[in-house]
Structure formats: structure tokens, C-alpha cells
């Protein structure tokens, strides 16, 4: 059966108030979630925040104590019986550090059998760029490398929806990109992605839509511009050819305010202000007709980390 | 927003067989260097030791059948099915049984079997026989390479079994075999300890030591004086009670009874283990174990299977005492050195005499007393054997021994007198030197035996 959403998108997954308790604690309370199919959905919040046991809940690994969930389609009615083509990790890559990268990836292609449709493991171990030790045993690999075994070994049941646990830990430049690239074509192919992150930057270029959870609530979601448009006035680094000049005009200017500690490190050539977007389009011009000029203007704090910060720290202070 | 391409209905995948995750438990566990070193070890070790030692000029006489290794090659088998019991299986089902479960705690991968396999119940069926099937290896390997060793090193001679009588290598042979597949109930035993301990203690080591934990335990509480019913209660015993293969007639009582008791032991430590893991919420990948868990599930239950089974054998038999006593003692004793005397004659003289021409009688007492009807285990016993000289009207023989029985039956006969019959390590035989058969010899009492006393 299709799920849509009130705009007639197919929905990959849709919660519907589901909470989760383990004994005394509740992990997740009254969640709802849209994830729209062939998208990549962001899920941040801080640390046990519910991220984790949200994404276990998806992947079947158990169900929820109250409320409705469908994933694919199918209502999640009892563990273990999540819809064909659902996959991932959660808790880390989980991998076999007797095997070799290969030989894991064997191992759990034979687990699913002849019968199931697995990809080539070594086109899989190419696109995460570990065909260089694919005979070497996991033990000795590092942990951006079993991130990146541990999406390959996601990967090998040809998913249509995957779900991540904080993919980009551990994670070099390259390997982040070469994850950002396999998870791209792969919502380009049409398949779901849901991954988790305590890091807004780590999805900021990758997904369309974030889920900000907060100790066990959701606090938001919806499209990333959105987010960053209901965001609060932000902290701006401002690199000028005068500073002592440059601080008394942006004094000088309505709705700018100097800051002197934001978060940046101390810097000569540098100085914060706070400022809403409209403001520090009217700051930009006066420094020029000052004589002033502007090397650099760069926020302190990204948009949607400042929203996130700003939306999680609320959630925590009013329980 | 996009429209997709997910497919209108999402179907259910098929849940792998327990066949393919058998195998794919199997490949786990055999990539593990631990898991391949103790399957090389247990195939090579136990034959070069019961080769080396075989030849050696001082045998493990302390251990049984030790000082029958310069004689026959199955000895050797005998010796290593002992240590192996005592110390060996408790330590291999740790490795392989104790960690089968946990492992999957500690390294996170958890969601490949339940994504895929969608069934508590067949991973844990998988798991299971993937643990047995490898301790079955490492089994045959310490079984077939101890036999190997000592046919090899000494070569397929007749037995002395441990009431005197010779067992011909035939009869050696199986029943050699027999007492390893005796103790695969209570490495059963063990092994669902294990995997008992591996599902409710998580990535706790401490479900790793377990089974050698509780191995040691038990085997303590075999040295401990308890009654017969208790003693054959608990699961170490039946790691014992293969001895009685090697009696004429087999003590079966206790083997049977032992076995059993392993066996509902290996049933209970699995049901409560399986019950355990097919009721965990499996959201939460981080399992360190509950001390409560194993409590509830685990010594709770098999403390109750403790108090059942002592109270059914303790109501079949009426072995409520020690189950050593003076005249299965005296019976035993009188049996063996007959079968003893008789192989010593023929070594010695070429004679065929006959046990019922020697009409062997021993007379045994407890604690300094000859005459004491008390029994127990103790090294205090002193035996007094006589028995009818062949060929010589009315004469008697008599001999001295002293007795040293353990709480599980088993006794070492101690030569004291007279010299020329129990006195010399050593016999000169027509044939070269040989060991004295009555010098000092190891024994068996049936625990479950009837006293023919009133």
C-alpha cells in the first residue's frame, strides 16, 4: 500500500506518535516523521537524544510501544519482519574483524543466499574505495574504513531503504566523500536514505530534509531552508582592511551588535558581530562607503547549526 | 520534492534457513585464530603427548590408567579422556560456546543476523549447533589423536581394566569410544552453560569464563564429601562415570544416572538461554548482562534441576550415604586382586590360574580399625586379602593394602606387604622386566551399587 504526505509524495517511511521505552526510560516520545521516498533525510540531535533507537525502529530491529509506524509501505507490527529492502546500521558498522573486507562481504551475501539479489562485491568495495584491501583482515582496518565496509556491506541487499547510525564518524575527507558520493547516486537511483548525526555540517550538502530530535522529541522537520529561515540572529566573522574603523561603523549600524566572545578564536585581524541577515546586508555597503574593505564574512556557527543548537538546547531546557 | 520510484508494495523477504545461518556461524567462528589454534592443537597435542610421555621412564601414575602406559597404547587414550574432562572441555566450551552470543555483543552485529535472518529462534538454533558442532571437532580431535598417539608410540595391546580384568584391544577400542561419547553429556552441560552465559551476560567477559567457572565449581564439589545422590546431581560427575566402562560387569548406574543428569542439565541451560534471547529487545545493541538476569535465568533454574534430580536418585536408589562402604569396598578390592593375581602368575610363572580356584576374600576397615563397619571416602582404609594358593591344600595367601578412596569411587591400592607379592616395582619376568600388577592398582566402587549387607 503507497503512503503519501498532504502534498502527494510518496513516503518512504511515516510515524505516527510512537514512543519507545526501555524499563524507566523513554527514548522516544510521541514521534512523528515523514521521510518523502528517493530523498536523503537528515536525523540530528545531540547524544541519546533518540537518534539511534529511532533508526533501530526502522530498520525493525523492534518496534514501538505506542503509536503507528510504516516503512516501505508495511505497518511495523512486530520485530524483525521490516519489508525487503530495508538495510543499514545502527551502533556502529558491525563487521567481522576475522574476516577479510571481502570475506565479510561474502559471508553475508551467502547469509541472504542465491536466491536474494546482492550486488558485485567488487563493484561495492570500488564505489567505498576499498578494493585496495579487500584481502586484508578487518582488524587492522581503522574506523573510517569499517564506516566505509560498513556501508558496502549495507549496500549488498541492493537497498530501497537504508538507514545509517552516524556514518561519518571516523571518517576522512576522502572517505566522507567518497560516502557522499555512493549515497547520492544511490537517492539518484530512487532509494531512501535516513541517517543520523550529532553534526548539522556532516548533512547540510547532503540532505533535503532534517528531523532534529531532542531528548526523545522531535523539535523539527521539514526542508533545510526552512530551518535555517526560522533561525535567530547569527554570529558573524568579519575580516576588514581597518578594524578599529570597521567596529565603530558596524557599532554605528542598526541592528548589528559587536561581540567580543563568540566562539571564535582570539583574532587581531578579526571580529565578531551578531546580526539578522537584512542587517548585515545594510553593515556591508556603509564599510564600503567608509573606505573600508571587507576580506572576509563568514557566520561562526553555520545557519543550521546555530538553528539546531538553538532548537535542542530550548527542548532541553524546558523538561 | 520528487516522485520515486518505490515499488507500490514492499513484500516481506523470506527469512533465511537455519541451514544458511548455520553456515555462515560456522565460517565466523572458523576464521577466529583462537578457534583454529585449538582445533590444531587438539588434533596434534594429545598424540605427541601420549607418545612422548609413553616413552618417558616415569609414567602419571597418579592419573588413571597412567601407570598402564608403558603397556598398551589405549592407556594413553584413557589418560588424555581424563585430563580432558578435568580440564580441557571446561575451557574450549568457554571459548567456543561462551562467547558465540557475546561476540555478536562486542562487535556490533547483531542487525546482519536479524535483518536477515528475521528470526530469533533460528539464529539462536544456528548459534547453537554451530558452538556444538565445533566442540564435537575439537572433541574427535583429542579422542582420535590420543588413540593415535598411543598406538603409535606403545601399539594396540590388551588393557587391564579397573578391576584387574584384561580387556582385549578390540573391547579396548570401543570401549575407549564409548567413554568419549559418555562425555559428550556433560560437555553438553557445560555448553549450554555457555551459552547461557554468552546471551545473559552480553559483552561482559564474564560470560566468556563462565563455563570454565563453573566447570572448576563442580569439579571441586566432587571432592567435597556429600551423598551419592547429590554427587551424581551434578552435571562434573558423568565427566567421572565413563570409569565404569572399564569394570566387569560395566557400572552402568552411574553412567546412565550421570548422563542424564547432563543431559537435563544441557536441556535446562538451554531453554532458559534460548528463552533469554528470543525475549530481548534488540533496539538497544549495547548488552553488558545482568548479574539478575543470570541469577533468575540461570542458577535459579539449574539449582532446581540440582534439588530434582538428587531427590529422584536419592528416592530410585536410596544412595543417600557416601555410597562407599565397607563391603562394596571389600567386594571390589577381593574382584580386583584376583583378576591382578592372576595376570602377575602368568607373567611370573606361566600359570593359568583361575579367580574361582583363588577364592580371594578382603577384609577392610576405616580409620585404624580393621573391624570398623564404617565406610566413606578417606585414605585411611586398610585391607587385609586373602586368598586360596592353587595347588596347595588349605593354603592361604594373604596380602596388605591400604587404600586411599576417593569421594567419587575411585580408590588407589597400596601394596604393603608381603614383599613377594606386593612388595617389588618390578617383576622379572621369562620375557624381561614388567611392572607389578599388585604393587599398586586403581579401583573402582559402584556409588550406586546395593550393599549386600542387610
Sequence with gaps: MQIEDITGNRLAVRARGITKCFDDVVALEAVDLDVVAGQIHGLVGPNGAGKTTLLGLLLGLAVPDLGSLEVLGMPAGRALAAPDGVTGFVDGPGLYPALTARGNLAALSALRGPGAQTANIDELLEQVGLSDVAGDRVRGFSLGMRQRLGLAAALLTKPRLLVLDEPYNGLDPAGKKHVHGVLTRLAADGATVVLSSHRMDDLEALCSEVTIVSTGRVVFSGPLGKLADASRALDYRLVTSDQQAARQVAAATPGIRVIDDAGARPDSEAFAVRALLPALDELVPRLVQAGIAVRGLTPVVSPLESAFLALTEQQESSR | ?454
Excluded at chain 2, 174 to 203: D, E, F, K
Excluded at chain 2, 410 to 417: K, L, P, S, T
Design chain 2, 1 to 454: 520534492m520528487t516522485a520515486t520510484r518505490i515499488p507500490s508494495e514492499a513484500p516481506v523477504a523470506a527469512r533465511v534457513s537455519v541451514a544458511r545461518a548455520y553456515r555462515f556461524e560456522l565460517v565466523k567462528l572458523l576464521a577466529q585464530w583462537r578457534v583454529r589454534l585449538l582445533i590444531l592443537a587438539c588434533w596434534i597435542g594429545p598424540g605427541i603427548a601420549v607418545a612422548v610421555v609413553s616413552q618417558q621412564a616415569s609414567l602419571p601414575a597418579d592419573t588413571l590408567f597412567g601407570r598402564w602406559m608403558h603397556a598398551t597404547g589405549w592407556a594413553g587414550a584413557l589418560v588424555v579422556l581424563g585430563f580432558a574432562g578435568n580440564w580441557v572441555l571446561p575451557l574450549i566450551t568457554s571459548v567456543v560456546a561462551g562467547d558465540v552470543f557475546s561476540s555478536e555483543d562486542r562487535l556490533g552485529t547483531w542487525r546482519h543476523l536479524l535483518v536477515a535472518v528475521r528470526s530469533p529462534r533460528r539464529i539462536f538454533i544456528a548459534k547453537a549447533l554451530a558452538s556444538l558442532s565445533v566442540l564435537f571437532v575439537l572433541m574427535a580431535g583429542m579422542a582420535i589423536s590420543g588413540i593415535v598417539g598411543g598406538i603409535a608410540g606403545i601399539g594396540s595391546r590388551p588393557l587391564v581394566g579397573l578391576d584387574g580384568h584384561l580387556l582385549s584391544p578390540g573391547d579396548a577400542f570401543g570401549n575407549v569410544l564409548l567413554a568419549w561419547v559418555c562425555v559428550l553429556a556433560p560437555t553438553l552441560a557445560l555448553a549450554a552453560i555457555g551459552l547461557l552465559g554468552s546471551v545473559a551476560l552480553g559483552r561482559s567477559p564474564m560470560g566468556l569464563l563462565l563455563p570454565a567457572f563453573a566447570g572448576i565449581v563442580l569439579q571441586l564439589a566432587q571432592a567435597l564429601p556429600m551423598p551419592a545422590a547429590v554427587r551424581l546431581a551434578l552435571p562434573s560427575y558423568a565427566f567421572l562415570s565413563w570409569n565404569g566402562l572399564f569394570t566387569g560387569p560395566q557400572q552402568l548406574g552411574p553412567l546412565l544416572a550421570g548422563s542424564a543428569v547432563s543431559l537435563t542439565w544441557a536441556v535446562t541451560a538451554t531453554a532458559m538461554a534460548y528463552l533469554l534471547f528470543v525475549r530481548r529487545d534488540f533496539t538497544s545493541m549495547a548488552n553488558d548482562g545482568s548479574v539478575r538476569r543470570v541469577i533468575t535465568f540461570g542458577v535459579l533454574p539449574l539449582a532446581g534441576v540440582l534439588a530434582v534430580s538428587a531427590g529422584v536418585l536419592a528416592g530410585a536408589t536410596g544412595a543417600t550415604g557416601s555410597g562407599i562402604e565397607q563391603d562394596k569396598v571389600q567386594q571390589s578390592l577381593a574382584t580386583e586382586f584376583g583378576h591382578l593375581y592372576r595376570l602377575q602368575s602368568g607373567e611370573l610363572y606361566h600359570l593359568n590360574v583361575t579367580e574361582a580356584q583363588l577364592r580371594v576374600t578382603a577384609s577392610c576397615g576405616k580409620g585404624g580399625s580393621p573391624t570398623s563397619a564404617s565406610g566413606g571416602p578417606g585414605n585411611d582404609w586398610r585391607c587385609t586379602v586373602s586368598w586360596h594358593l592353587p595347588g596347595v591344600n588349605d593354603a592361604t595367601g594373604q596380602a596388605i593394602y591400604q587404600l586411599d578412596v576417593n569421594p567419587n569411587g575411585r580408590y588407589v591400592a597400596d601394596g604393603d606387604g608381603p614383599q613377594e607379592v606386593n612388595g617389588y616395582f618390578m617383576l622379572h619376568t621369562s620375557v624381561g622386566d614388567a611392572p607389578n600388577p599388585l604393587w599398586q592398582f586403581d579401583g573402582l566402587v559402584d556409588l550406586l551399587a546395593p550393599t549386600s549387607k542387610g
